[in-house]
């Protein structure tokens, strides 16, 4: 077994305490290659933010798992080689069994998701205690998940939404011990976050999606006060990367992604933990199609994934000073 400690990460406990009192959320950024560990450790160490480097269970497999943990190792000290030893969280977002869970804490996972929501409640329930119960004995600390999030990102599916009944958090969070709470409040997963009629449309034809449910959070903050809640399905989805990657090639349509000015607010909340990754992978596509088209004769993949490296990190360090709100607080 390998000790999260081991590697130099840090779990979520003192982290998340401190986002909640000083009205921040700390950047969840998803990564499963050098090139976006990379753009995620220099956005960082500029801007003086923790980090939550997360990893899907399709990431886990794509980059395999032995060298998840010597990258994560890797991330402490290159941070440190940068500048700034910053704290860093490896997380495993949206676990679905207590046996992925075990694993990631054997194998130097700091913290995990267990995402019991396609269950029953009370299935959710036992499900999340039980990997409450394991993670906490080796100081790991766990997110549970109450309400779903409709789209697709990686290998989560769901059709449709159930937003997070506030009625049923004290309950859940007592009965698992849970260290934080991810919730349903209009988010969702993947770059088509809406469809078009659900939008209204501005004067110059972009589309507005409904607004995120505050008065569910609200009600959330007043039965939890000082809990730390998470937001998942919250990339923005920039219409000048979706106008890049249609202009070069790409055929993304209708993508719609949460307004940054509603996740600044919700930053300013009990919501301490912001998921963002499809507005990564867009970052990138965009730089990469835009070099192919531009350079046809270039085949040094240095040549393409560098520029999407840089697109990365800028947008990363545009998240973090102006919709997290976590620049300086590392």
Excluded: W
Excluded at 14 to 37: D, R
Excluded at 125 to 136: G, R, W
């Amino acid at each position: 077994m390998t000790s999260y400690k081991e590697l130099g990460l840090v779990n979520s406990k003192e982290m998340f305490k401190k986002a909640v009192n000083g009205g921040f959320a700390v950047p969840a950024f998803n990564f499963n290659n050098m090139e976006q560990m990379q753009a995620i450790l220099q956005a960082c160490v500029e801007t003086g933010s923790p980090v939550i480097l997360q990893v899907s269970s399709g990431a886990r497999k794509y980059a395999n798992q032995t060298l998840l943990r010597y990258m994560a190792q890797g991330a402490v000290e290159y941070a440190k080689e940068l500048g700034k030893n910053i704290p860093i969280v490896l997380h495993l977002d949206h676990g679905d069994t207590f046996e992925l869970c075990k694993s990631c804490i054997d194998t130097g996972f700091s913290s995990v998701m267990i995402d019991g929501s396609h269950h029953s409640y009370e299935k959710n329930i036992e499900l999340t205690k039980q990997v409450v119960d394991y993670a906490h004995k080796h100081d790991v600390t766990v997110e549970g998940e109450l309400g779903v999030l409709s789209g697709i990102e990686d290998d989560v599916v769901a059709a449709k939404s159930v937003y997070t009944s506030p009625d049923q958090v004290i309950d859940f969070t007592k009965k698992t011990g849970v260290d934080s709470l991810a919730i349903s409040i209009g988010t969702s997963h993947g770059a088509n976050k809406f469809k078009p009629e659900q939008c209204t449309r501005s004067a110059d034809g972009i589309l507005i999606p409904p607004p995120l449910r505050f008065d569910i959070l609200e009600e959330i903050e007043k039965k939890l006060p000082g809990f730390p809640i998470v937001l998942h399905g919250a990339s923005s989805v920039p219409q000048d990367l979706i106008k890049i990657i249609n202009s070069n090639g790409g055929k993304l349509k209708d993508s719609v992604g949460i307004p940054e000015e509603q996740l600044r607010r919700a930053a300013k909340s009990a919501v301490c933990k912001i998921n963002i990754d499809s507005d990564g992978r867009l970052a990138m596509t965009a730089a990469v199609r835009k070099v192919f088209v531009e350079q046809p004769q270039e085949f040094d993949p240095r040549k393409y994934l560098g520029p999407a490296r840089d697109a990365l990190k800028t947008l990363y360090m545009h998240k973090i000073k102006n919709v997290l709100g976590s620049e300086g607080k590392a």
